[in-house]
């Protein structure tokens, strides 16, 4: 087979996995839980159907808003993902017209008798989609109602706005290294993580096989870095899978247990230890219930949330929530900072953190917490590169995707150091 004719066979198999993610996702299944879907196809045609996947799911609303002014009814679930994913890759990708309309037409005949009745609609429609103008201008595909209000609310519209173009421009891969370690090839940020551009093998990176970083977002690595551990000390990292935070914590030289509830999720924890040749007490149980067999310095407790700051690298999240689950999350977020802090001793510390945008998950619960435990304080931040505005009123620290928009944004976070009374 020629290089070219290989090429396109590549494509088109990507294309088709994509599709195939997306049903998926519609069926409620996360491009996480559909890992292994793709196996049958080359290492770097599943990567290309994730990322096409990904793409559609990012610029969905934009999409659908250039197709509804070309067809004159709406199209099936599965005409409706190949139109998305061709115009996507017409408008955004600036994928050649040609190859992208026939396989778009290709794919929608392979759909059976309903497909082959609606060929000649796709290649009509992708041809006037080919020639429209104004994709740049067509603002960012909006969060949901349940997250977007309170988020608004919260932070402006126009930082929602912002948070919504972070979303669609999607995220960086930052890496988190070992103590005095550089990383060939990536950029360092002013908090310490270091960051690359662009697609990228992480396995074939220099220094992931000698475990010398993890990918961790530079916002994700901050909680530690707000505990400040120190070499010796006891501490319990509670809700620890995949295991970003104990490596951080192993790798101070802290005497760490990582708690979580899931046995499979903890084995990624044993490997991501393995790798980076670093060491930790794993312990499978419910947080709620764990308790520790000597005295503890201190306790990261990054409580299971809505994930809602991590958009920019789930965009399926979006389609999968429906905003129902958070009122049980808020209750389960309260009961284990209860908890962590009675592992605690007098003056022991305590770090909150979720992955969430949502103040009822962050601000809130460490209000609450301060008026439950009467002598319990929070500790005002102070770490290198973080930013003045960062900080809270209540002194946590928040960060949002549109934070440094010019290096290219960081998750959205919010955590506080809490000082139990001595
Ligand atoms: C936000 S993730 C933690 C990310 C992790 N700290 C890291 O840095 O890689 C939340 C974790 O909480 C765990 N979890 C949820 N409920 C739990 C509970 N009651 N006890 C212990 N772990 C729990 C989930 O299995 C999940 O792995």
């Not at 890992?35 to 996947?53: E, I, M, N, S, T």
């Not at 005949?109 to 067509?138: E, I, T």
């Not at 093998?201 to 530690?224: E, K, N």
Request: net charge negative; with cysteine; aromatic share 4%.
């Amino acid at each position: 087979m020629k290089e070219s004719d290989l090429a396109k066979r590549g494509m088109d198999m990507a294309r088709s996995g994509a599709l195939r993610l997306l049903a998926g996702v519609r069926d409620g299944l996360s491009l996480s839980d559909q890992a292994g879907a793709l196996k049958a196809l080359a290492p770097q045609d599943q990567a290309r159907a994730a990322r096409l996947a990904a793409a559609v799911l990012r610029h969905q609303s934009r999409a659908d808003a250039v197709i509804a002014g070309y067809v004159s009814r709406k199209p099936s679930p599965q005409v409706a993902d190949i139109l998305r994913l061709a115009t996507i890759e017409l408008l955004e990708l600036e994928g050649a017209a040609h190859g992208v309309v026939d396989a778009a037409v290709t794919l929608t005949r392979g759909l059976g008798q309903k497909g082959q009745a609606a060929a000649g609609m796709v290649n009509a429609v992708l041809r006037k989609v080919a020639a429209h103008r104004g994709w740049a201008d067509l603002p960012p595909q909006p969060m949901p109602g349940w997250l977007r209000d309170p988020v608004a609310l919260a932070y402006g519209e126009e930082a929602a706005l912002a948070i919504e173009a972070a979303h669609q421009a999607g995220a960086p891969l930052d890496l988190t290294p070992k103590p005095g370690i550089s990383v060939e090839g990536a950029n360092l940020l002013p908090t310490g993580s270091w960051r690359i551009h662009g697609p990228a093998q992480v396995s074939a990176l220099p220094g992931f096989a000698t475990g010398d970083w993890w990918v961790q977002d530079a916002a994700a690595a901050l909680p530690v870095r707000l505990l400040d551990p120190q070499a010796g000390e006891g501490i319990a990292d509670l809700c620890a899978a995949p295991g970003g935070k104990t490596l951080q914590l192993a790798a101070a030289g802290a005497q760490v247990t990582a708690v979580d509830i899931t046995p499979a999720r903890l084995k990624r924890v044993a490997e991501n230890l393995r790798r980076c040749g670093l060491a930790a007490e794993l312990a499978a149980a419910d947080a709620l219930e764990w308790r520790p067999d000597g005295p503890l310095d201190a306790v990261l407790l990054d409580a299971p949330c809505s994930a809602t700051g991590t958009i920019r690298r789930h965009p399926d999240l979006p389609f999968l929530r429906d905003g129902s689950g958070i009122p049980a999350l808020i209750d389960l977020q309260s009961r284990l900072i209860d908890h962590a802090l009675s592992l605690l001793p007098p003056g022991g510390r305590l770090v909150y953190a979720v992955c969430s945008l949502l103040p009822d998950e962050g601000e809130a619960q460490v209000a609450a917490a301060l008026t439950r435990h009467p002598g319990l304080r929070v500790e005002e931040p102070v770490l290198p590169g973080i930013e003045p505005d960062w900080i809270t009123p209540e002194g946590g620290l928040r960060t949002r995707p549109d934070h440094w928009a010019d290096w290219g944004g960081l998750d959205g976070f919010f955590m506080a150091r809490l000082r139990k009374a001595g």
